[in-house]
């Protein structure tokens, strides 16, 4: 079955108490049992199961070719369960340009409970070897990196991973499973934020984790049931009607997307262009080699810095300035101030991430009005 197929059907039969076709919004916390010790079809307690939230990790784990799915009311919870299969004293290694969100749990929460983290370009063998431990764990990858793009190879960090017994986990975000299936190319487990482009439509809230591995899918069920960060059975349906249109709407915003990162590649105001889909990018081939299209984020500086950056900001019309991404508007953000204002300056700034970088997550409205609406903001400045 393919993709497109698989987001309209898999795990969405008829519905068999009525035969809806679209799978009903389950809206109960308990379910009525066959007796004492037994479950009707399974299901007891919507913390712990919930049809609609069934037909959704059936479906999430199908896109990425995994064998498990799990579901969660945010991607930072996503995280955190995933980050429970450790315990004090482990040590992590992570990519060094991180989204703002993952880094302050990682820092400012997590460090609490006993664990560590490095972080390190994930593009330089050298610096990934040399960050191991002896009580490394896990290798934590982001690929496209948020904001500055930047690419890493999952087959060669996964092989790396797998002589040194430690899990490999890859934030799929930015590419979703349409253009990106780490799964299939070495690692352990998958994390989403399904309020991006899985759910597509700036409505909903949540998080999902996929695996193919039996023994992390029992202890992250368990912690799943037992943490609680569970999304409500509404949650589940919206990011569910989302996931039917995934791969038209990918398509829709990678195609917008090179047509904008051409323009500004080309455009006399603007200091530099982050987007793998672009030869300049400095893993272009890789990028060709590990995913099957280039997505919809882009991110690049204005020349003029900081003050100029603002005034492009805050002067688009289509594009929103907000937080967030993936979904069918297009939005635009300042990342020192918005969605990494979290990170030390002088940390953002070693990886890059300047003041005055603007990232935009390009809708999939009319290509010409996006590019109408950055050149008069371009105008302003």
């Known amino acids: 079955m393919k993709f497109q197929t698989k987001a309209i059907h ?25 007796g004492i010790g037994g479950m009707h079809k399974g299901y007891e307690y919507s913390r712990t199961h919930n049809p609609t939230r069934t037909a959704l990790e059936t479906c999430i784990a199908s896109l990425e070719d995994g064998k498990y799915g799990l579901a969660y009311a945010s991607g930072c919870a996503a995280t955190t369960n995933v980050m429970s299969l450790l315990k004090a004293g482990d040590h992590v290694v992570a990519s060094d340009d991180l989204y703002g969100g993952t880094y302050r749990l990682f820092e400012k929460v997590l460090t609490n409970f006993g ?97 193919s591995n039996d023994e992390f899918f029992t202890k992250l069920k368990f912690n799943q049931n037992s943490m609680g960060a569970i999304p409500g059975p509404f949650d589940c349906w919206l990011t569910l009607r989302g996931m039917k249109t995934l791969a038209l709407r ?102 890059g991430l300047t003041d005055g970088l603007l990232r935009i997550s390009v809708g999939i409205e009319d290509e010409e009005d996006l590019i109408q609406d950055l050149t008069q903001a371009f105008d302003q400045v």
């Open 115 to 211: 664990l560590s983290f490095s972080f390190v370009d994930m593009n330089d063998e050298s610096k990934v070897r040399s960050a191991i431990k002896d009580n490394t764990k896990m290798i934590w990858i982001e690929t496209p990196t948020n904001p500055l793009l930047k690419l890493c190879d999952i087959a060669f960090i996964s092989k790396i991973a797998k002589e040194k017994n430690i899990i490999t986990v890859v934030d799929n975000t930015f590419m979703s499973p349409y253009f990106q299936k780490p799964l299939n190319l070495g690692a352990d487990i998958v994390v989403h934020s399904t309020t991006k482009y899985i759910g597509g439509h700036s409505d909903v809230v949540g998080g999902a984790v996929i695996t």
């Open 250 to 351: 990918m398509k829709e915003h990678e195609k917008n997307a090179k047509a904008i990162a051409k323009f500004l590649l080309n455009h006399p105001k603007i200091e530099k262009v982050n987007y793998p889909g672009l030869e300049i990018h400095p893993q272009y081939e890789l990028a060709k080699r590990q995913m099957s299209g280039f997505g919809g984020m882009i991110s690049f500086e204005v020349k003029g810095g900081l003050d100029a950056g603002k005034i492009v900001a805050v002067g688009t019309k289509l594009f929103s300035l907000a937080e967030s991404l993936g979904g069918v508007e297009s939005l635009i953000g300042h990342p020192a101030t918005m969605t990494h204002a979290a990170i030390p300056r002088e940390e953002r700034l070693k990886v």
């Open 10 to 34: 898999v795990g969405q039969e008829p519905d068999s108490a009525t035969g809806a076709t679209i799978v009903p919004i389950y809206q109960t916390s308990t379910y009525t049992q066959d």
